[in-house]
Protein backbone atom coordinates (compact mmCIF):
# COMPACT_ATOMS: atom_id res chain seq x y z
CA UNK A 1 0.00 0.00 0.00
CA UNK A 2 1.36 3.48 -1.00
CA UNK A 3 0.50 6.52 1.53
CA UNK A 4 0.82 9.71 -0.11
CA UNK A 5 0.09 13.36 1.49
CA UNK A 6 -1.94 15.79 0.03
CA UNK A 7 -2.19 19.52 1.18
CA UNK A 8 -6.08 20.40 1.40
CA UNK A 9 -8.08 23.45 3.35
CA UNK A 10 -4.58 23.96 5.34
CA UNK A 11 -4.04 20.67 6.50
CA UNK A 12 -2.40 17.65 5.24
CA UNK A 13 -5.08 14.48 4.18
CA UNK A 14 -2.93 11.08 3.77
CA UNK A 15 -4.66 9.12 1.09
CA UNK A 16 -3.54 5.09 0.19
CA UNK A 17 -3.33 3.42 -2.41
CA UNK A 18 -2.94 0.24 -3.73
CA UNK A 19 0.78 -0.32 -5.64
CA UNK A 20 -0.44 -1.97 -8.17
CA UNK A 21 -3.53 0.80 -8.87
CA UNK A 22 -0.48 3.48 -9.26
CA UNK A 23 0.19 4.97 -12.58
CA UNK A 24 2.48 7.44 -10.69
CA UNK A 25 2.14 9.76 -7.86
CA UNK A 26 3.57 13.06 -9.11
CA UNK A 27 5.39 15.45 -6.36
CA UNK A 28 5.55 18.92 -6.55
CA UNK A 29 6.92 20.52 -9.48
CA UNK A 30 10.33 20.72 -10.08
CA UNK A 31 12.31 23.11 -8.76
CA UNK A 32 15.19 23.01 -11.02
CA UNK A 33 18.60 24.64 -10.50
CA UNK A 34 19.06 26.80 -7.18
CA UNK A 35 19.99 30.13 -8.67
CA UNK A 36 20.31 33.76 -7.56
CA UNK A 37 16.81 35.11 -9.22
CA UNK A 38 18.51 38.31 -9.57
CA UNK A 39 22.02 37.59 -11.25
CA UNK A 40 20.18 34.92 -13.75
CA UNK A 41 18.03 38.22 -14.85
CA UNK A 42 21.66 40.27 -14.67
CA UNK A 43 22.98 37.17 -17.22
CA UNK A 44 20.00 37.55 -19.14
CA UNK A 45 20.63 40.96 -20.04
CA UNK A 46 24.34 40.66 -21.04
CA UNK A 47 23.71 37.83 -23.25
CA UNK A 48 20.66 39.04 -25.10
CA UNK A 49 18.87 37.52 -28.25
CA UNK A 50 18.45 39.58 -31.63
CA UNK A 51 18.34 43.03 -29.61
CA UNK A 52 20.58 45.22 -27.56
CA UNK A 53 19.74 46.11 -24.07
CA UNK A 54 22.65 49.08 -24.24
CA UNK A 55 21.08 50.17 -27.46
CA UNK A 56 17.65 49.90 -26.39
CA UNK A 57 18.15 52.55 -23.38
CA UNK A 58 19.96 55.27 -25.09
CA UNK A 59 19.83 58.29 -22.78
CA UNK A 60 16.79 60.19 -22.89
CA UNK A 61 14.72 57.86 -24.75
CA UNK A 62 10.71 57.48 -23.82
CA UNK A 63 10.38 54.03 -23.28
CA UNK A 64 6.35 52.43 -21.77
CA UNK A 65 6.66 49.16 -19.90
CA UNK A 66 4.31 46.68 -19.83
CA UNK A 67 3.90 44.66 -16.52
CA UNK A 68 1.93 41.93 -15.35
CA UNK A 69 -1.04 42.23 -12.73
CA UNK A 70 -0.75 40.91 -9.36
CA UNK A 71 -2.69 37.44 -10.67
CA UNK A 72 0.58 36.34 -12.27
CA UNK A 73 3.40 35.39 -10.24
CA UNK A 74 6.33 37.98 -12.36
CA UNK A 75 8.96 39.07 -9.98
CA UNK A 76 9.08 42.90 -11.61
CA UNK A 77 10.23 44.75 -9.31
CA UNK A 78 13.03 42.18 -9.12
CA UNK A 79 13.67 42.80 -12.87
CA UNK A 80 13.46 46.95 -12.48
CA UNK A 81 16.58 46.16 -10.13
CA UNK A 82 18.50 44.46 -12.83
CA UNK A 83 17.78 47.42 -14.98
CA UNK A 84 18.13 50.10 -12.30
CA UNK A 85 21.27 51.32 -14.22
CA UNK A 86 19.68 51.58 -17.42
CA UNK A 87 16.44 53.26 -15.60
CA UNK A 88 18.60 56.42 -14.68
CA UNK A 89 19.13 57.11 -18.41
CA UNK A 90 16.04 57.20 -19.86
CA UNK A 91 12.31 58.57 -19.38
CA UNK A 92 10.28 55.20 -18.20
CA UNK A 93 6.26 55.07 -17.83
CA UNK A 94 4.50 51.93 -16.94
CA UNK A 95 1.27 50.92 -18.44
CA UNK A 96 -0.45 47.19 -15.95
CA UNK A 97 -1.23 44.89 -18.35
CA UNK A 98 -4.54 43.70 -16.76
CA UNK A 99 -6.42 42.93 -19.84
CA UNK A 100 -9.45 42.18 -18.99
CA UNK A 101 -9.19 41.68 -14.94
CA UNK A 102 -9.75 45.18 -12.55
CA UNK A 103 -7.07 47.73 -11.81
CA UNK A 104 -4.60 46.07 -9.04
CA UNK A 105 -5.46 47.35 -5.44
CA UNK A 106 -2.96 49.43 -3.36
CA UNK A 107 -1.35 46.28 -1.96
CA UNK A 108 -1.12 44.67 -4.99
CA UNK A 109 0.49 47.33 -6.88
CA UNK A 110 3.15 47.59 -4.11
CA UNK A 111 3.61 43.85 -4.74
CA UNK A 112 4.32 44.68 -8.44
CA UNK A 113 6.22 47.47 -8.37
CA UNK A 114 7.99 47.02 -4.17
CA UNK A 115 10.23 49.50 -3.50
CA UNK A 116 10.10 51.34 -7.03
CA UNK A 117 6.54 52.34 -6.80
CA UNK A 118 7.23 55.93 -4.68
CA UNK A 119 9.85 56.84 -7.45
CA UNK A 120 7.21 55.36 -10.07
CA UNK A 121 3.99 55.87 -8.92
CA UNK A 122 2.28 59.07 -10.66
CA UNK A 123 4.33 57.10 -14.19
CA UNK A 124 1.79 54.18 -13.99
CA UNK A 125 -1.30 53.72 -15.93
CA UNK A 126 -3.53 50.48 -15.98
CA UNK A 127 -5.15 48.88 -19.37
CA UNK A 128 -9.32 49.86 -18.09
CA UNK A 129 -10.92 46.81 -20.50
CA UNK A 130 -13.97 48.60 -20.20
CA UNK A 131 -13.87 52.00 -19.62
CA UNK A 132 -10.26 52.98 -21.02
CA UNK A 133 -9.14 54.65 -24.59
CA UNK A 134 -8.35 52.46 -27.29
CA UNK A 135 -7.69 52.49 -30.99
CA UNK A 136 -8.17 50.17 -33.80
CA UNK A 137 -5.15 47.94 -34.65
CA UNK A 138 -5.71 45.27 -36.99
CA UNK A 139 -7.99 42.68 -37.84
CA UNK A 140 -6.80 39.20 -37.49
CA UNK A 141 -7.37 36.62 -39.88
CA UNK A 142 -9.50 34.57 -37.53
CA UNK A 143 -11.46 37.47 -37.23
CA UNK A 144 -10.77 39.43 -33.92
CA UNK A 145 -10.60 43.21 -34.18
CA UNK A 146 -7.82 44.27 -32.51
CA UNK A 147 -8.13 47.75 -30.17
CA UNK A 148 -5.26 48.47 -28.05
CA UNK A 149 -4.72 50.93 -25.78
CA UNK A 150 -4.00 54.84 -27.03
CA UNK A 151 -1.04 55.04 -24.40
CA UNK A 152 0.59 51.41 -25.78
CA UNK A 153 -0.06 52.47 -29.27
CA UNK A 154 1.69 56.17 -28.86
CA UNK A 155 4.59 54.37 -27.70
CA UNK A 156 7.70 54.17 -29.78
CA UNK A 157 9.80 52.15 -27.53
CA UNK A 158 8.37 49.47 -25.61
CA UNK A 159 9.63 46.93 -22.82
CA UNK A 160 8.13 43.87 -21.60
CA UNK A 161 8.58 42.46 -18.90
CA UNK A 162 6.89 39.08 -18.46
CA UNK A 163 6.67 35.21 -17.07
CA UNK A 164 5.87 31.96 -18.64
CA UNK A 165 3.81 29.15 -17.51
CA UNK A 166 1.47 26.50 -19.05
CA UNK A 167 -1.53 28.21 -20.07
CA UNK A 168 -4.52 26.12 -20.28
CA UNK A 169 -5.91 27.22 -23.66
CA UNK A 170 -3.09 29.82 -24.76
CA UNK A 171 -0.73 26.93 -24.67
CA UNK A 172 1.63 29.24 -22.79
CA UNK A 173 1.70 32.73 -20.74
CA UNK A 174 3.99 35.67 -21.66
CA UNK A 175 5.39 37.06 -24.50
CA UNK A 176 2.44 38.23 -26.75
CA UNK A 177 0.07 38.07 -24.29
CA UNK A 178 1.47 41.14 -22.90
CA UNK A 179 -0.18 43.05 -25.73
CA UNK A 180 -3.37 41.15 -26.65
CA UNK A 181 -4.65 40.76 -23.93
CA UNK A 182 -2.57 42.55 -21.78
CA UNK A 183 -3.82 46.15 -22.95
CA UNK A 184 -6.50 45.18 -25.61
CA UNK A 185 -10.17 46.21 -24.85
CA UNK A 186 -12.62 44.35 -23.37
CA UNK A 187 -14.06 43.07 -27.02
CA UNK A 188 -11.03 42.46 -28.35
CA UNK A 189 -10.19 40.20 -25.98
CA UNK A 190 -13.67 38.28 -25.80
CA UNK A 191 -13.50 37.83 -29.47
CA UNK A 192 -10.00 36.39 -28.92
CA UNK A 193 -11.16 34.05 -26.05
CA UNK A 194 -14.22 32.56 -27.77
CA UNK A 195 -11.37 30.95 -29.64
CA UNK A 196 -10.35 29.21 -26.99
CA UNK A 197 -13.99 26.95 -27.27
CA UNK A 198 -11.44 24.78 -29.75
CA UNK A 199 -10.19 21.57 -28.88
CA UNK A 200 -6.83 22.71 -30.38
CA UNK A 201 -6.28 25.52 -27.83
CA UNK A 202 -4.41 23.51 -25.18
CA UNK A 203 -1.88 23.68 -22.87
CA UNK A 204 1.74 23.80 -24.38
CA UNK A 205 0.20 23.81 -27.67
CA UNK A 206 1.18 26.74 -30.29
CA UNK A 207 1.57 25.64 -33.84
CA UNK A 208 -2.43 24.89 -34.96
CA UNK A 209 -3.96 26.52 -31.30
CA UNK A 210 -6.28 29.29 -32.70
CA UNK A 211 -6.00 31.13 -30.01
CA UNK A 212 -2.01 31.64 -29.88
CA UNK A 213 -1.78 32.01 -33.63
CA UNK A 214 -4.16 34.95 -33.04
CA UNK A 215 -2.84 36.48 -30.16
CA UNK A 216 0.56 35.85 -32.09
CA UNK A 217 -0.94 37.99 -35.65
CA UNK A 218 -1.58 40.84 -33.01
CA UNK A 219 1.80 40.87 -31.55
CA UNK A 220 3.70 41.15 -35.24
CA UNK A 221 1.00 44.10 -36.09
CA UNK A 222 2.00 45.75 -33.34
CA UNK A 223 5.83 45.38 -33.34
CA UNK A 224 5.90 47.29 -36.68
CA UNK A 225 6.80 50.81 -37.07
CA UNK A 226 8.44 50.19 -33.12
CA UNK A 227 11.06 48.74 -30.98
CA UNK A 228 10.40 46.50 -28.31
CA UNK A 229 12.28 44.36 -25.77
CA UNK A 230 11.46 41.58 -24.41
CA UNK A 231 12.70 40.54 -20.34
CA UNK A 232 10.77 36.86 -20.00
CA UNK A 233 11.14 34.93 -16.54
CA UNK A 234 10.65 30.91 -16.05
CA UNK A 235 9.73 30.59 -12.41
CA UNK A 236 10.11 27.36 -10.25
CA UNK A 237 8.26 25.67 -8.07
CA UNK A 238 9.57 28.11 -5.08
CA UNK A 239 8.57 31.16 -7.24
CA UNK A 240 12.13 31.70 -8.00
CA UNK A 241 14.00 32.77 -11.11
CA UNK A 242 14.81 29.25 -13.07
CA UNK A 243 16.18 31.08 -15.97
CA UNK A 244 15.94 34.42 -17.89
CA UNK A 245 15.81 35.35 -21.85
CA UNK A 246 16.38 38.65 -23.46
CA UNK A 247 16.25 40.60 -26.29
CA UNK A 248 13.46 39.80 -29.39
CA UNK A 249 9.84 39.11 -28.45
CA UNK A 250 9.90 36.13 -30.87
CA UNK A 251 12.89 34.82 -29.68
CA UNK A 252 12.57 35.40 -26.10
CA UNK A 253 9.15 33.33 -25.97
CA UNK A 254 10.25 30.70 -27.90
CA UNK A 255 13.43 30.08 -25.72
CA UNK A 256 11.26 30.77 -22.43
CA UNK A 257 8.25 28.29 -23.54
CA UNK A 258 11.00 25.39 -24.21
CA UNK A 259 12.65 25.62 -20.42
CA UNK A 260 9.02 26.39 -18.45
CA UNK A 261 8.16 22.86 -20.46
CA UNK A 262 10.86 21.29 -19.02
CA UNK A 263 10.02 22.60 -15.43
CA UNK A 264 5.90 22.74 -15.70
CA UNK A 265 5.47 18.58 -17.44
CA UNK A 266 5.85 15.16 -15.26
CA UNK A 267 5.95 12.15 -18.31
CA UNK A 268 3.40 9.38 -17.42
CA UNK A 269 3.74 6.19 -18.85
CA UNK A 270 -0.04 5.44 -19.75
CA UNK A 271 -3.34 7.12 -19.33
CA UNK A 272 -5.37 6.64 -16.12
CA UNK A 273 -8.70 5.36 -15.36
CA UNK A 274 -8.61 8.02 -12.12
CA UNK A 275 -7.34 11.39 -12.04
CA UNK A 276 -6.81 13.34 -8.62
CA UNK A 277 -6.24 16.62 -9.28
CA UNK A 278 -4.64 18.28 -6.48
CA UNK A 279 -4.64 22.05 -6.43
CA UNK A 280 -2.22 23.85 -4.70
CA UNK A 281 -2.79 27.88 -3.20
CA UNK A 282 -3.48 30.31 -4.82
CA UNK A 283 -5.38 28.46 -7.70
CA UNK A 284 -7.34 26.42 -5.28
CA UNK A 285 -9.48 30.20 -3.72
CA UNK A 286 -12.39 29.32 -5.91
CA UNK A 287 -13.53 26.59 -8.85
CA UNK A 288 -13.29 29.45 -11.11
CA UNK A 289 -9.44 29.24 -10.72
CA UNK A 290 -9.53 25.74 -9.71
CA UNK A 291 -10.76 24.48 -13.09
CA UNK A 292 -7.92 24.69 -14.32
CA UNK A 293 -6.36 21.85 -12.60
CA UNK A 294 -9.32 19.86 -14.42
CA UNK A 295 -7.86 21.19 -18.07
CA UNK A 296 -4.29 19.55 -17.43
CA UNK A 297 -5.57 16.06 -15.47
CA UNK A 298 -7.74 15.33 -18.09
CA UNK A 299 -4.73 14.99 -20.38
CA UNK A 300 -4.14 11.88 -19.19
CA UNK A 301 -7.36 10.30 -18.60
CA UNK A 302 -9.12 7.74 -20.34
CA UNK A 303 -12.56 8.62 -22.01
CA UNK A 304 -14.80 7.35 -19.46
CA UNK A 305 -12.54 8.07 -16.64
CA UNK A 306 -13.24 9.93 -13.22
CA UNK A 307 -10.98 13.18 -12.47
CA UNK A 308 -11.19 14.18 -9.31
CA UNK A 309 -10.52 18.05 -8.34
CA UNK A 310 -9.10 18.63 -4.88
CA UNK A 311 -9.41 21.41 -4.30
CA UNK A 312 -10.29 23.75 -0.94
CA UNK A 313 -12.42 26.96 -2.81
CA UNK A 314 -12.47 28.91 0.38
CA UNK A 315 -13.65 31.67 -1.72
CA UNK A 316 -16.30 29.98 -3.23
CA UNK A 317 -17.45 29.53 -7.37
CA UNK A 318 -14.99 32.63 -7.70
CA UNK A 319 -17.31 33.97 -10.63
CA UNK A 320 -20.95 34.59 -11.19
CA UNK A 321 -21.48 34.48 -14.66
CA UNK A 322 -19.21 30.91 -14.91
CA UNK A 323 -21.56 29.41 -12.63
CA UNK A 324 -24.77 31.08 -13.79
CA UNK A 325 -24.44 30.12 -17.10
CA UNK A 326 -23.62 26.30 -16.17
CA UNK A 327 -26.91 26.30 -13.22
CA UNK A 328 -29.03 27.30 -15.86
CA UNK A 329 -29.23 23.84 -18.03
CA UNK A 330 -29.77 20.41 -16.73
CA UNK A 331 -27.51 18.44 -19.51
CA UNK A 332 -23.57 19.46 -20.66
CA UNK A 333 -25.10 19.92 -24.20
CA UNK A 334 -27.65 22.45 -23.48
CA UNK A 335 -24.50 24.58 -21.78
CA UNK A 336 -22.18 24.07 -24.79
CA UNK A 337 -25.37 24.82 -27.31
CA UNK A 338 -25.89 27.69 -25.60
CA UNK A 339 -22.00 29.20 -25.75
CA UNK A 340 -22.37 28.54 -29.72
CA UNK A 341 -25.07 30.83 -29.15
CA UNK A 342 -24.06 33.82 -27.79
CA UNK A 343 -20.43 33.75 -26.36
CA UNK A 344 -19.75 36.11 -23.39
CA UNK A 345 -16.16 36.45 -21.71
CA UNK A 346 -15.40 33.56 -18.77
CA UNK A 347 -18.13 30.95 -21.19
CA UNK A 348 -15.04 29.15 -22.55
CA UNK A 349 -14.72 27.83 -18.66
CA UNK A 350 -18.53 26.39 -18.30
CA UNK A 351 -18.16 25.38 -21.66
CA UNK A 352 -14.58 23.12 -20.93
CA UNK A 353 -16.26 21.62 -17.78
CA UNK A 354 -19.67 20.95 -19.97
CA UNK A 355 -17.52 18.72 -22.50
CA UNK A 356 -15.60 17.07 -20.18
CA UNK A 357 -18.44 16.11 -18.48
CA UNK A 358 -19.73 14.19 -21.59
CA UNK A 359 -16.57 12.51 -21.88
CA UNK A 360 -15.63 11.66 -18.18
CA UNK A 361 -17.18 11.88 -14.67
CA UNK A 362 -16.02 15.12 -12.71
CA UNK A 363 -15.71 14.38 -9.04
CA UNK A 364 -14.78 17.19 -6.57
CA UNK A 365 -13.09 17.22 -2.81
CA UNK A 366 -13.79 21.21 -2.12
CA UNK A 367 -15.47 22.89 0.87
CA UNK A 368 -18.10 24.36 -1.36
CA UNK A 369 -22.14 22.97 -1.12
CA UNK A 370 -23.28 19.92 -2.61
CA UNK A 371 -25.81 21.60 -4.63
CA UNK A 372 -23.54 24.34 -5.94
CA UNK A 373 -21.18 21.57 -7.50
CA UNK A 374 -24.06 19.22 -8.45
CA UNK A 375 -25.18 22.68 -10.44
CA UNK A 376 -21.47 22.37 -12.16
CA UNK A 377 -22.06 18.41 -13.42
CA UNK A 378 -19.62 17.33 -10.59
CA UNK A 379 -20.26 14.85 -7.82
CA UNK A 380 -19.87 16.23 -4.29
CA UNK A 381 -17.14 14.52 -2.04
CA UNK A 382 -15.60 16.09 1.61
CA UNK A 383 -12.62 13.61 1.66
CA UNK A 384 -9.96 12.70 -0.59
CA UNK A 385 -9.84 8.79 0.50
CA UNK A 386 -13.31 8.53 0.37
CA UNK A 387 -13.41 9.72 -3.23
CA UNK A 388 -10.89 7.48 -4.35
CA UNK A 389 -12.18 4.55 -2.81
CA UNK A 390 -15.46 5.33 -4.58
CA UNK A 391 -13.81 5.54 -7.54
CA UNK A 392 -12.02 2.71 -7.44
CA UNK A 393 -15.46 0.70 -6.67
CA UNK A 394 -16.64 1.99 -9.84
CA UNK A 395 -14.20 1.71 -11.95
CA UNK A 396 -13.02 -2.29 -10.44
CA UNK A 397 -10.33 -3.20 -8.58
CA UNK A 398 -7.44 -3.27 -11.66
CA UNK A 399 -8.29 0.62 -12.39
CA UNK A 400 -5.28 2.62 -13.03
CA UNK A 401 -4.78 5.71 -10.37
CA UNK A 402 -2.01 8.89 -10.99
CA UNK A 403 -2.43 11.27 -8.61
CA UNK A 404 -1.16 14.42 -9.84
CA UNK A 405 -0.10 17.30 -7.87
CA UNK A 406 -0.26 21.20 -8.08
CA UNK A 407 -2.41 19.97 -11.34
CA UNK A 408 -3.47 24.02 -11.84
CA UNK A 409 0.17 24.57 -13.35
CA UNK A 410 1.70 20.56 -13.87
CA UNK A 411 0.66 19.38 -17.05
CA UNK A 412 1.24 15.72 -17.27
CA UNK A 413 2.73 14.19 -20.35
CA UNK A 414 1.20 11.16 -21.77
CA UNK A 415 4.00 8.45 -23.90
CA UNK A 416 2.55 8.66 -27.57
CA UNK A 417 0.68 5.28 -28.33
CA UNK A 418 -0.58 5.33 -24.29
CA UNK A 419 -3.87 5.11 -23.77
Known sequence: MIHVRLPFADKIEMVKVREENLVKATSHRKTGRKTKSLRVIAEALKNPFGAEVEEFFKPGSNILFLVNDATRPTPTSLALKALKPMLRRVEPSFLVATGAHPPPTSPQLKKIFGNFLPKYEG??????????????????????????????????????????EPHYFAGYTGGRKSIMPGVASYASIEQNHRLALSLKAQPLALRGNPVHEDLEEAAEAYAEGRKIYSLLLVL??????????AGSLDQTFEKATLEAEKLYT????????????????????????????????????????????????????????????????????????????????????????AELSLKAEIWAV????????????MKPYRSVQQALDEALKVKGKDARVLILQDAGLTVPRVQPGKR
Open 266 to 353: VDVEEKADIVLAVVSPPLDLNLYQAHKALEHGRLALKDGGIIILVAACPEGVGSREFHELLRSYRRPEEVLEAVRGRYRLGYHKAARI
Open 366 to 377: TGLEGKLLREAF
Open 236 to 245: NSERKVASAF
Open 123 to 164: KIRFNLALEGAFERLCHTRLGTEVRLNVEALKAGKVFIIGSV
